[in-house]
């Protein structure tokens, strides 16, 4: 099995390649098989080399490490051979119209309630002085096309309903579909997992597998993510890893939501991208869109740190987080940062809402008592138990100031094990007021 994942260097990685990229990735390593790189930078004006780097950085700190890399601008010379021997072959034609030209003619064509089809020549075209040509691939009319493919089942098309696709522009530049099947046959690609937006390219490709007379790879076409609310907005989906740390996201929180939207499996946090590979299936994959929002990536966010022990996270958590505190605050965090705020629960100063007298008093009250426990795990039991016999307070009356004291919040981790690691001073200082 070999899979491969051709990003054009033309921006960062955005939520939608970042999939695809993972779909290739994913099945690559259940099998086994290997996964590689090609940078589809044939377009010189729009490709840079600060985007090949951004992408292979990005894939890095994603972990969908490639097993090799290559680029189409070195393979310029490769083209130019398989282009010849198409030529010699009569599969690639020379055409001379303008584009104004080819407005025109579709413009008839739909007028007269025709398919806006590419007109193709009997033979060959007629050059034109002084114009160069652009060329164009002459599919097969007479040879179906049909595929099984992975995502959608049989797929059916017929060559005569589709135009003779422009391979290369007549300053010699090459357009997409000719160079990627000529990588796709020379590496031995197996699997090509990508957006259903590819499902008429993958039909006129497959004529080119033929002509080169290369093993097709097996296809399979996902349906494309969206948002809840439609299409992912640019600000949703224009973005990949600047957005997730924007938001202070994990990046496996991140790839279990790409992995399974879109598929019959729920979405669950997962920790590695060997569970993910395991589970992964492209039978699962169905044909409605794949419904993605950050929202849901931030549910499985929180879930993934709640689950993660200290060891794993110990070189990205801030200083003064210790094996015993992430004990107690990982149950409370959305996000890595949270954490942050809290540490100043355990020693520092925290804001704590205004009192009144009573609760004042009340406090006074626990000050009293906690100053004479022993600072362990039974403290916050044997403090609430001698305050609720003293003060005859139970339930929320008992609890919440002296859990706003403690640590100026409403909510948070147990009590019972947060407070033998506030600093016992700090907590009298704070129960005083
Ligand atoms: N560069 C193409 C794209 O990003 C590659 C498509 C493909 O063959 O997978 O759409």
Not at 76 to 83: L, N, Q, S
Not at 202 to 208: D, G, N
């Amino acid at each position: 099995m070999k899979t491969r994942f051709a990003p054009s260097p033309t921006g960062r990685l955005h939520v939608g390649n970042i999939r695809t990229a993972l779909h290739n990735f994913l099945l690559a390593k259940k099998a086994g098989g290997q996964f590689l790189l090609r940078l589809d930078d044939t377009d010189a004006e729009r490709s840079t080399p600060e985007y090949a780097d951004a992408i292979r950085l990005d894939l890095d700190r994603l972990g969908l490490e490639p097993h090799a890399m290559f680029r189409q601008s070195d393979r310029f010379a490769r083209y130019e051979e398989v282009f010849d021997q198409l030529k010699r072959d009569g599969r690639v034609y020379a055409c001379y119209e303008t584009p104004e030209e080819l407005e025109l003619r579709r413009k008839v064509l739909l007028g007269r309630g025709l398919p806006p089809i590419y007109e193709r020549p009997e033979g060959e075209n007629d050059p034109v002085d002084g114009v160069a040509p652009h060329w164009r691939f002459r599919l097969d009319h007479d040879a179906v096309i049909e595929w099984e493919d992975g995502v959608r089942g049989p797929q059916h098309f017929e060559p005569a309903k589709i135009s003779d696709p422009v391979i290369r522009r007549a300053d010699g530049s090459w357009l997409y579909m000719l160079p990627s099947v000529i990588d796709d046959a020379d590496h031995a690609i197996t699997h090509v997992v990508r957006g259903e937006d590819h499902v008429t390219n993958s039909a006129i490709q497959l004529q080119m597998f033929d002509a080169l007379g290369a093993g097709r790879p097996s296809l399979a076409h996902t349906a494309l993510i969206v948002s809840d609310t439609g299409k992912l907005s640019k600000r949703e989906g224009a973005k990949g890893l600047e957005a997730l740390d924007e938001m202070g996201f994990e990046v496996m929180a991140l790839l279990s939501v790409l992995t399974r939207i879109g598929t019959s499996q729920p979405v669950e946090a997962v920790h590695d991208l060997e569970a993910l590979a395991a589970g992964f299936d492209l039978s699962s994959f169905g044909r409605a869109p794949a419904r993605f929002s950050w929202d849901e990536v931030g549910v499985v966010n929180a879930r993934l740190l709640h689950e993660t022990p200290y060891e794993t996270l110990a070189d990205r958590l801030p200083e003064g987080v210790t094996p015993e505190r992430w004990e107690v605050l990982r149950g409370n965090v959305e996000r890595l940062g949270d954490v942050t705020s809290w540490l100043s629960v355990f020693e520092g100063v925290i804001e704590a809402p205004e009192r009144d007298e009573g609760d004042r008093a009340y406090l006074a009250e626990a000050a009293e008592v906690a100053e004479g426990l022993a600072w362990d795990e039974g403290a916050w039991g044997a403090l609430t138990g001698e305050l609720k016999a003293r003060t005859g307070r139970k339930g929320k009356a008992l609890f919440l100031p002296l859990r706003l004291a403690l640590t100026g919040q409403r909510s948070g981790p147990e009590m019972a094990a947060l407070l033998p690691l506030i600093d016992k001073e700090h907590a009298l200082a704070r129960l005083r007021g």
